[in-house]
């Protein structure tokens, strides 16, 4: 509909200038001469391109002239936007109150077919931002399809950060589920649950974020309450590596870490994870390209506050075996380290 308007209003203002003051004209180009009429097709390209269009939501509020070549430009701009939302909120609001009736007997009266010729362009741009919209929720789907982690660890990439703030924001969307991860191949199954926005107290002031133990394939032959650490980490994506490292361990007493019996028990964590303002600041470390990545380790072995910070800054690349090995070095050493200090000191008082 958009593309067949534009193209006759454009050739119909083009054929209107060009009778009105080419059709007796010649073209002489050297030692040859054209007919215009002709050549219309060639003038409607060339020349005639500089003839300008009014934008269909002229009567809405949009007046900007436009070439039709710039159209679609335009249609991506903060003024067409605005007075597309405008409109549609207009329609949502009427459609509420009564039904639209898309086909309009036909009638004489122009006031009667503007009002069904602006009805059916705006269900157009209501089938446009739903286009959009499915095309979102499509990429969210795809976000949450990465690989399975069967290790207790999950890194969790997050796209499209800003929208998903602004729909925490306008409360479209107010949380945003992990992929799915697991403690080990027959182990507890797990997510985690993001408010963009805060949940609770923090609200419009912290991001939130909680971990979720869901039913499993296992769950019969599985320790309950689920007890064990857990981690979340923010990545910082700089070589600062200044991340945003915080943990808890669960309340045994809480129905959130008994053994599930619907789908997913009641989300527990840490509500004020990380300050908004934080993520929101232009350049800020977390979010690059409008993506964050953020990282949850579930430890069964109670891994020293201390150390925590040297394992989440151990690169992802590495297979998980890997990363097991250098913290369990990185421990020896420090408890040998340790000694070390304690021994020099005993021997120092001694003296």
């Known amino acids: 509909m958009w593309s067949s308007t534009m193209s006759n209003m454009f050739e119909s203002s083009a054929r209107e200038h060009f009778d009105q003051f080419h059709s007796n004209l010649q073209y002489e180009y050297g030692d040859e001469q054209f007919n215009l009429i002709n050549q219309f097709n060639e003038y409607k390209v060339s020349e005639c391109q500089k003839l300008t269009v009014a934008c269909l939501l002229k009567d809405f509020g949009c007046h900007e002239q436009i070439i039709p070549v710039k159209m679609g430009d335009h249609y991506l701009t903060k003024q067409h936007q605005y007075v597309l939302i405008k409109v549609i909120r207009q329609i949502l609001s009427y459609s509420n109150e009564r039904k639209i009736e898309i086909d309009v007997p036909r009638t004489k009266n122009a006031g009667d077919y503007k009002t069904k010729l602006s009805i059916e362009e705006s269900n157009t741009f209501l089938k446009a931002i739903k286009h959009n919209q499915d095309l979102a929720s499509l990429q969210d789907k795809i976000d949450v399809l990465q690989p399975i982690s069967y290790d207790g660890t999950l890194v969790w990439k997050i796209t499209n950060v800003q929208r998903k703030i602004t729909d925490a924001q306008s409360e479209q969307q107010t949380s945003i589920y ?17 408010y963009l926005n805060g949940n609770g107290d923090a609200r419009h002031a912290y991001m939130s974020l909680f971990f979720v133990l869901m039913r499993g394939e296992y769950d019969a032959i599985l320790k309950f309450p689920f007890n064990f650490k857990v981690t979340f980490c923010l990545y910082n994506q700089t070589h ?6 915080d943990s808890f361990r669960p309340d045994i007493r809480s129905c959130s870490f008994q053994r599930p019996r619907s789908d997913m028990n009641i989300a527990s964590g840490i509500p004020k994870f990380v300050q908004l303002k934080m993520i929101q600041q232009e350049g800020n470390p977390y979010v690059q390209d409008d993506i964050m990545f953020i990282r949850v380790m579930v430890d069964p072995f109670n ?5 925590l ?22 421990t020896k050493r420090r408890l040998e380290q340790q000694s070390r200090q304690w021994t020099e000191t005993k021997n120092k008082n001694k003296t």
């Open 240 to 245: 600062e590596e200044r991340h945003i490292i």
């Open 303 to 307: 891994m020293p506050k201390q150390l």
């Open 309 to 330: 910070s040297y394992a989440i800054s151990l690169n992802p690349g590495f297979p998980i075996y890997v990363q097991e090995m250098m913290i369990k070095e990185e």
């Open 178 to 194: 992990s992929p799915i991860f697991y403690s080990s191949s027959q182990g507890y199954k797990m997510r985690l649950r993001l």
